[in-house]
């Protein structure tokens, strides 16, 4: 069995068009990623915020770097920045083909920096923030959908 890993990036979206547009592709985004997931078992986060998408996936290392190598070349983003590649033990999205986090029109969070000037960061440590940010908003917002559809 090969090893699992994750692999956190960021990204400033190519998406020309008002808010409607972008969420309506980023909502095309998930439901292709949702299904070529399931077949290939690989599971993440994706979040959009103030025209940038973070997002972790996991998976086999074989899957996992041909689905980022598919990425990279997706016109849809440009500016793609490895935060973190690492092999893990276990899935920390591992009930998800690939969860929604957000998506925001303004800047929720300071990613702008990490595009611009990865040098000037501690990567490690950021990729390892943005991990656990992901999973907090997902986490999150499961529960406020579960509060909303529970009578």
Same mark, same amino acid.
């Given at each position: 069995?090969?090893?699992?890993?994750?692999?956190?990036?960021?990204?400033?979206?190519?998406?020309?068009?008002?808010?409607?547009?972008?969420?309506?592709?980023?909502?095309?985004?998930?439901?292709?990623?949702?299904?070529?997931?399931?077949?290939?078992?690989?599971?993440?986060?994706?979040?959009?915020?103030?025209?940038?998408?973070?997002?972790?996936?996991? /998976?086999?290392? =074989?899957?996992?770097?041909?689905?980022? #190598?598919?990425?990279?070349? @997706? +016109?849809?983003?440009?500016? %793609?920045?490895?935060?973190?590649?690492?092999?893990?033990?276990?899935?920390?999205?591992?009930?998800?083909?690939?969860?929604?986090? /957000?998506?925001? =029109?303004?800047?929720?969070?300071?990613? #702008?920096?990490?595009?611009? @000037? +990865?040098?000037?960061?501690? %990567?490690?440590?950021?990729?390892?923030?943005?991990?656990?940010?992901?999973?907090?908003?997902?986490?999150?917002?499961?529960?406020?959908?579960?509060?909303?559809?529970?009578?």
């Amino acid at each position: 069995m090969s090893s699992l890993s994750q692999i956190a990036y960021i990204s400033r979206s190519a998406i020309v068009g008002n808010q409607h547009t972008v969420e309506n592709e980023i909502t095309r985004i998930l439901q292709v990623a949702q299904s070529n997931n399931r077949a290939k078992n690989i599971t993440g986060a994706l979040l959009y915020s103030g025209g940038y998408f973070c997002q972790v996936i996991e /998976g086999t290392q =074989e899957d996992i770097e041909t689905l980022f #190598e598919s990425i990279q070349m @997706d +016109a849809r983003h440009m500016a %793609v920045t490895v935060l973190n590649y690492e092999q893990i033990a276990t899935r920390q999205f591992g009930d998800w083909q690939m969860a929604l986090a /957000g998506i925001e =029109e303004s800047l929720r969070f300071h990613v #702008e920096g990490l595009v611009d @000037d +990865a040098t000037q960061i501690k %990567v490690q440590e950021s990729a390892r923030d943005v991990v656990n940010t992901l999973y907090k908003l997902v986490m999150q917002k499961q529960h406020i959908f579960t509060q909303r559809t529970t009578p």
